[in-house]
């Protein structure tokens, strides 16, 4: 087992606050939401565990301060509700990782038989293989059919908001905090004023 | 398609961009001994970081130390030096890449162009077959890159068919310089974004020049003539390709430099297509430009 404070990022003197920190830091960086359908899914969720092992650790060592961890441990994988719809076995190769197989078989479905569900999966497929452009089209097709759909909606709506460039948001630091936002109107309209003045 | 790749200088301390620079005169030097000084024409900034990012990840040592520029003897620099391919594996690219590239614009240029391009080939010929002898996986893996894009803009292909083939490309790269079996497929992800990135922005660079020559670009169909909101569409298909790269760079394992390639993912990518995309055509079209 690697040094669980090396894992952390910190020093073996660090407080139990700056251990708490780092540990809130990379669980949020390597947070299996972010990872969602990502072809490095699992290496993520490998980090993770390594990160939750190396936390409990440091935690046990330092026993007596009882602080467990919350919130971030328990992840199932991101696996879909095989119930649903007709394409249960297309949603099967997808969890089994076979991207390829499940891309020719919904292919291989005619046009017109295509549902919201279909454009979906054909999204997190194209995903999966880094075509982003097609994934965002395909889910935005879905949730035009499908507007009510909660798993659609919000894989759409992930994805929108890289296509926004908010993609350093887990940093907290870098992207869209209201005073920034506020500070860049103000610069905006006072070039406005400026131009009109001139 | 070179040279999009960089650190954005301001957020950057002062001690990593000198070590940023040695890497650079340290990949020009190391190609000037390999293939002689007319090469190091052919260096660029992306095979500077592809030289970084194969000392950083496989932990390579090296070494940085005074030395005097290869081009302009009177100039002082640093040079890195590394222990291992790091800088042979980024001459060869850049010498491989440099000759297909060639062969491109011989293709399909303009008659002054094609002989500039013609000679330039025939200078770096011997260069090509030094380079294409000591790693001729990377000069196979180019040439199927090239036919590959030749056949995707034959067909008019989409954004993510027309990026593929230089995405592809990156990420073998990626993949040979990676550090073991475990690591490889975070590199090979990783690369493959990398490329598809700098296909897009080279695509996004050249949007209107394409427009204006018919050429193909895979950007010029959705919104036709409408520069303005072709740039919007290019920026968020840009940022859609660095979020992923930036989930990929984060599994990566970096022993080195990390404040560089940091810099670079974080800040260099978006600074860079502001520049390209937005900068670019707000400049051209203000009418009240202020002198600067």
């Known amino acids: ?198 | 398609m070179f040279g999009y790749l960089r650190p954005f200088k301001d957020e950057l301390k002062v001690k990593d961009y000198q070590l940023y620079k040695s890497v650079y005169c340290g990949l020009c030097k190391s190609m000037k001994k390999e293939y002689g000084l007319l090469s190091t024409l052919m260096l660029s900034y992306d095979c500077t970081v592809l030289a970084m990012l194969c000392l950083s990840v496989n932990d390579e040592k090296y070494c940085v130390r005074k030395g005097r520029c290869t081009v302009n003897p009177l100039k002082k620099c640093s040079i890195c030096k590394g222990e291992g391919w790091a800088f042979s594996f980024a001459g060869a690219v850049s010498v491989i890449m440099t000759r297909y590239k060639l062969n491109d614009t011989i293709l399909d240029s303009g008659f002054l162009k094609k002989l500039a391009a013609f000679f330039l080939r025939l200078v770096f010929h011997g260069n090509y077959k030094r380079a294409l002898k000591a790693y001729p996986e990377i000069d196979s893996l180019t040439a199927a890159m090239m036919e590959s894009q030749a056949e995707a803009e034959r067909n008019n292909a989409g954004i993510d068919r027309s990026a593929d083939p230089t995405a592809t490309l990156i990420k073998k790269l990626c993949g040979m310089i990676s550090p073991g079996e475990a690591m490889r497929h975070q590199m090979e992800v990783f690369g493959y974004f990398v490329g598809r990135w700098i296909y897009l922005i080279d695509a996004a660079d050249d949007v209107q020049k394409d427009m204006k020559h018919h050429n193909f670009n895979p950007f010029a169909a959705k919104y036709q003539g409408d520069i303005k909101a072709t740039m919007g569409y290019c920026n968020e298909v840009l940022n859609m390709t660095a979020s992923q790269m930036i989930l990929s760079y984060e599994l990566l394992e970096l022993h080195s430099f990390k404040a560089i390639l940091d810099n670079i993912v974080y800040d260099g990518l978006s600074y860079q297509q502001k520049k390209y995309t937005i900068d670019k055509y707000n400049e051209k079209n203000s009418d009240n430009k202020r002198g600067n």
């Open chain 1, 1 to 198: 087992m690697n040094d669980p404070y090396r894992i952390l990022g910190i020093s073996p003197d660090a407080t139990d606050e700056e251990v708490k920190k780092a540990y809130r830091r990379l669980a949020k960086k390597y947070h299996p939401d972010r990872y969602q359908n990502s072809p490095l899914a699992d290496e993520a969720s490998e980090k993770m565990k390594e990160i939750n092992s190396a936390y409990d650790m440091i935690l046990d060592m330092r026993s007596g301060n009882s602080s467990r961890r919350g919130g971030y441990n328990t992840y199932s994988g991101g696996s879909y509700s095989e119930a649903a719809g007709r394409y249960t076995d297309i949603r099967i190769l997808i969890n089994n990782g076979r991207y390829d197989e499940a891309e020719q078989r919904l292919s291989s479905i005619p046009p017109s038989q295509r549902s919201a569900e279909w454009y979906y999966l054909m999204s997190v497929i194209c995903y999966h293989k880094g075509w982003l452009e097609e994934a965002y089209n395909y889910a935005s097709a879905a949730c035009r059919l499908a507007p009510d759909d909660v798993e659609y909606r919000s894989f759409f709506s992930r994805i929108s908001k890289q296509r926004q460039g908010t993609h350093t948001s887990y940093q907290g630091s870098s992207s869209g905090c209201g005073c920034c936002e506020f500070l860049s109107c103000l610069l905006c309209s006072d070039c406005l004023c400026n131009s009109c003045c001139r």
